[in-house]
């Protein structure tokens, strides 16, 4: 077991998490309109959707893994490129992040949970980032791929809850910090870039 890339992964997923985001906003403004409570239901609900995707990911790509080397070699370059893309698509992005608290529906913990794992569950995007993501970050000749990409995804699941959370409980600081602190728009942007950038480098260079 290598455990230099699984802490490789878990730092890159830190990273990530903390990025300005559309799900990062979303837990925040319901974390500032209804409470940190329901801030942190929206946020289990959004993760819990990732375990879809991990599910999806790992027979998928692991029944790649085991028919081609060649077709692996594919999903590398495809993943990386992707990487590139979304490290290209924060570029252009505005880095400044608005929050505002008008037009937010209050809503119970549990629709707020069932709304947050649809959300994820109904985007394939996540599916697509996890497909880019994950191959390049396993860490195990012993065991499965389809076990690797599980563990990877419970990692995931578990450091965006944790990050989430958290935003969800300073909230209000969060939200006044970043509303009188403009520079840390871009900074954020840059490092999600790097990221995104690293990432794809390290796929490409990654073995099976």
């Not at 209804?34 to 959707?49: D, H, P, Q, R, W």
């Not at 860490?139 to 995804?153: D, K, P, R, W």
């Amino acid at each position: 077991m290598d455990v230099d890339v699984l802490i490789s992964f878990i730092i890159a997923t830190v990273t990530l998490a903390v990025a300005p985001g559309p799900d990062i906003i979303y837990v925040l403004m319901q974390s500032i309109t209804n409470g940190k409570s329901f801030g942190i239901a929206t946020a289990l609900g959004l993760v819990s959707g990732c375990l879809v995707h991990t599910t999806l990911v790992a027979f998928g790509v692991s029944a790649i893994i085991k028919a081609s080397n060649e077709l692996f070699l594919i999903i590398k370059l495809l993943g990386a490129f992707y990487l590139l893309f979304l490290a290209y698509k924060v570029f252009k992005s505005d880095a400044n992040t608005i929050l505002s608290e008008e037009s937010i529906p209050q809503k119970s913990w549990l629709q707020l949970f069932k709304q947050g794992f649809i959300m994820n569950v109904l985007n394939p995007k996540v599916s697509i980032f996890f497909l880019a993501f994950f191959p390049g970050f396993l860490f195990s000749n012993t065991l499965s791929t389809v076990n690797q990409f599980y563990i990877l995804g419970f990692i995931f699941m578990a450091v965006s809850f944790l990050v989430f959370s958290i935003l969800a409980v300073l909230s209000g600081t969060v939200s006044s910090y970043l509303t009188q602190h403009k520079r840390v728009g871009p900074f954020l942007k840059w490092m999600q870039i790097i990221v995104f950038i690293g990432i794809a480098i390290f796929i490409l260079f990654s073995e099976k």
